[in-house]
């Protein structure tokens, strides 16, 4: 190919800025567009992570640098496979990366899941950080809520419900968020882990944002903290996981002090049944479980029913099938190889690549996404040769043609002009921000 390779990334999140971050250092001359169904960028990092961690704000900055890269455009309110389809973007660009992530719930298969007051944990999340796609409004109506997970996203989960609306103003929630969980009438909040505190997902820190809020007594219920064989080995093993247990093992053995609101965290019960009244929420049952040695478990045949009114599971995140392309329902990837997609007969799409959570599965922190793309990008590189090149491959072309379809695109400088609008939004109140929610108002906002 004699002129300079164009890729088209689908996906805005770390995993495809992280693509486009590799690909134009490893070629001075290579141009990516970043693709998004949303109208802004960060996916995930947006609209998944809570909004009271204090590292969002490093994570993104360190994406804002990547973005500003004038090789790197950013073209929003683009749906791939529906707005755009594998072969238009072929005539556009000489490689395409699928970086769409995970943003759905992954199921629980025990009965009453489907009850009225049974929720899944992305989908709360979508809508606690204001997510244009999702409700304006949530049921919080539930005293005691049980939330089944045991890593950070059932403990985002159970810290956001357990807390007061007022202590997350110093956040960028969106007023009707606020609002929302200012009604909230909850009490206490009660975590489900199946198996040990020697096999918790949970990193330390955010274990320990748990005990930030002075309105929530973090309770560690002793019964759960056991240990076997393979529990020890794990701990000596991997440094995160015993200063997990030293945290758990602190909070089981202190003395309870007098707030408003509980967190309870209970360790070797797993959920059987989500109980019902009337098609809602009426309890959760749970198995008593034993180690086994290795640091997996067996059921010992004790259930407990506990009273709450509403359930969360948080047990993992699960990517959607894209038109066009092969997906594993099993896995919830595509196939690849080294992040070459692969077709039904295990021959790699020429052209077609993918990287992030929808390649690897919903696993790993943004250390491991870095190195994802990376490899993917290396593939891509050595393909080279072999490329399919496209035949409009134009920058403002495809701009032309998406614009011709009566898109209404948003831009790197949209974005920059809306992220200067919500930080406004919060000055008059004394926020860092308060994140605009509807699509059409971000997009006109975007467009000046």
């Known amino acids: 190919m004699d002129r300079p390779l164009r890729v088209a990334v689908i996906g805005a999140g770390p995993a495809g800025i992280y693509a486009a971050d590799h690909l134009i250092k490893a070629d001075p001359t290579v141009t990516v567009d970043i693709l998004d169904k949303l109208p802004t960028p960060y996916g995930l990092i947006r609209y998944g992570v809570a909004p009271d961690h204090p590292r969002i704000k490093e994570i993104i900055n360190a994406l804002h640098r990547v973005m500003e890269n004038p090789r790197i455009r950013f073209l929003g309110n683009v749906a791939y496979g529906i707005d755009v389809k594998p072969e238009e973007l072929a005539r556009f660009y000489d490689a395409t990366v699928i970086a769409t992530g995970a943003e759905k719930d992954r199921s629980l298969d025990i009965p009453g899941i489907d009850l009225q ?120 093993k991997t440094r995160h996981i015993k200063m997990c247990v030293d945290i758990l093992q602190n909070w089981a053995v202190r003395d309870p002090r007098d707030r408003p609101r509980r967190l309870h965290l209970y360790f070797l019960q797993a959920p059987v049944e989500v109980l019902g009244s009337d098609g809602r929420v009426a309890g959760l049952r749970t198995e008593t479980q034993e180690l086994t040695g290795d640091g997996w478990v067996r059921g010992t045949g004790e259930f407990t029913d506990w009273p709450v009114q509403a359930v969360y599971r948080a047990v993992g995140y699960l990517s959607t099938a894209l038109p066009d392309l092969p997906f594993d329902t099993t896995t ?14 295990g021959e790699h799409i020429p052209g077609m690549y993918v990287a992030g959570w929808i390649k690897r599965g919903p696993v790993g922190l943004i250390g491991h996404t870095k190195g994802c793309s990376g490899e993917t990008v290396t593939s891509l590189l050595g393909d080279r040769d072999r490329l399919p090149a496209a035949t409009s491959p134009e920058p403002d072309e495809v701009v032309t043609y998406l614009r011709g379809r009566g898109l209404p695109l948003t831009t790197w400088a949209g974005w920059q002009l809306l992220d200067q609008h919500e930080i406004a939004l919060g000055e008059p109140h004394g926020r860092k921000r308060i994140k605009v929610v509807p699509r059409e108002e971000m997009t006109a906002i975007s467009h000046g």
């Open 332 to 345: 919830g990837t595509i196939p690849h190889a080294a992040g070459r997609v692969l077709d039904l007969d």
């Open 117 to 236: 007051g049974s929720f899944g944990a992305a989908d709360f999340a979508s809508w606690y950080n204001g997510h244009p796609d999702v409700p304006r409004e949530w049921p919080l109506d539930a005293r005691e809520v049980a939330v089944i997970g045991a890593g950070n996203v059932a403990i985002d989960v159970a810290r956001i419900l357990a807390k007061t609306a007022d202590e997350l103003l110093e956040t960028e929630i969106p007023d009707n968020v606020h609002q929302g969980l200012n009604a909230s009438p909850v009490t206490d909040v009660h975590l489900f882990s199946r198996r040990g505190p020697g096999q918790v997902k949970f990193t330390p820190q955010e274990l320990r944002e748990l005990d930030h809020s002075p309105n929530v007594e973090v309770i560690v219920h002793p019964e759960g903290i056991e240990f076997d064989e393979g529990s020890l080995e794990a701990m000596r």
